[in-house]
């Protein structure tokens, strides 16, 4: 596990269905995965509400939290994760980009970013997330995980789910 696949593919995992949690969390920062400027302190899954879930209803929003410590202050830090189908498509990759922090280095301490996926905006199934940490001038990769977060989207097909009527 790890390779990608020549047509840029992830190769199969076990997706959410006992291999992977809705979160993973690290209280020992000396075993948290990073380097000396930040290391990872957890990723969740969470839901609108802000419960920890793996499993999520198609109509709601999914939030994708990344805790993180900042050790050496004065750093550009951005942290990103990627979606993954349980097929091993990547839906996508997204990077905090929150305005109050672009362009600024941040002090040390601890931080959580957010990224939220809207609802009705993933399919039914299963979904891995790989987390990053990184600090930008210079670039220099602090954290990754891969598949270190899963969960998965139903859809009750009631009458406002994505299908909606159309079952």
Known sequence: MGKRAQNGSRPHTNGTNGSTKAAR???DERRAPGGDI???????????AGAVADTIDIREPVGIEIEYDVIAPGYLVRPDFGIWSEDGVRIFISFDLDPSWRGRRRPAGRYRSTGWIPANFLA??????D???NVTEPEI???????VVGFQI??????????????
């Open 131 to 133: 987390a990053a940490i």
């Open 25 to 27: 969390e690290w209280p």
């Open 38 to 48: 930040c290391r990872m302190a957890a990723v969740r899954i969470r839901t609108q």
């Open 154 to 167: 139903v859809d009750s097909m009631e009458g406002d789910s994505a299908r909606g009527v159309a079952t």
């Open 141 to 147: 990769n602090q954290a990754f995980e891969q598949s």
């Open 124 to 129: 039914e199934g299963h979904f891995l997330i």
